[in-house]
């Protein structure tokens, strides 16, 4: 089992559609999370964090679910500029501290 | 500078030759990672270097490829007999702290091995 699974899409939304995206880890001691954005032949850069509680960034909602071991990101009033791969990242252990990704859900907004 | 920056940005070798590298991260970044990201796939660990910690090297494939970094510094990444299958991106992020802060990449250096 990968430490960090994603379905890899593609998700293929129309304009103004809300779509989530679920991401399981497998250390259930983990304790940092995020996701990070990927565009096409770019480097990742972070989108957001995702804490415990949830949050919220404008259109874009993080959750974390310790029980059943994943986070999920849902994005509300899909726009074009949306598309690109989302990449779910883990500090999978605590003792290893590298942070570790996903392979990443892509999604393409259509107009 | 202000990112991360990495060089070359484009590197073609021939099969059996070495290769080197480099990765200039934030200033003040003790936290520093290689991740290596094939074509349509996500990304891979190699290395985490943590200030003067041990690095981490539990990601490398094969004794072909190390890494080195000189305090909280540049770091180089190097390959050694290179084959075809080590055409990739390879990509190194810094970070203030380790595991738990936001990492920035930079745009990774295109190896391709011919």
């Known amino acids: 089992r990968k430490e960090v699974e994603q379905d890899p899409g593609p998700f293929n939304v129309p304009e103004g559609a809300t779509v989530a995206f679920n991401c399981t880890y497998s250390n259930s001691a983990s304790q940092s999370f995020f996701w990070y954005r990927q565009d096409c032949r770019k480097e990742p850069k972070l989108l957001m964090s995702v804490y415990s509680s949830g949050n919220e960034d404008g259109r874009f909602t993080a959750q974390l679910n310790r029980a059943s071991q994943y986070i999920s990101l849902l994005i509300r009033d899909s726009k074009l500029s949306d598309s690109a791969t989302y990449l779910c990242?883990?500090?999978?252990?605590?003792?290893?501290?590298?942070?570790?990704f996903g392979s990443g859900t892509r999604l393409q907004v259509q107009p | 500078g202000a990112g991360v920056s990495q060089s070359p940005s484009n590197k073609v070798t021939e099969k059996g030759k070495d290769v080197e590298l480099r990765c200039d991260p934030i200033?003040?970044?003790?936290?520093l990672y290689w991740y290596r990201q094939r074509l349509g796939q996500g990304l891979e660990f190699l290395i985490y270097f943590q200030g003067n910690s041990a690095p981490d090297k539990s990601g490398l494939p094969s004794d072909r490829f190390s890494a080195e970094r000189t305090g909280e510094s540049v770091s180089t990444l190097t390959i050694q007999r290179t084959q075809q299958e080590d055409s990739a991106v390879y990509l190194c992020?810094?970070?203030?702290?380790?595991?738990?802060?936001?990492?920035?990449f930079g745009q990774g250096t295109r190896l391709t091995v011919v």
């Open positions: 992020a810094s970070s203030r702290e380790a595991g738990n802060t936001e990492a920035f």
């Open positions: 200033s003040g970044h003790t936290a």
């Open positions: 990242v883990v500090n999978i252990s605590p003792g290893r501290r590298a942070l570790t």
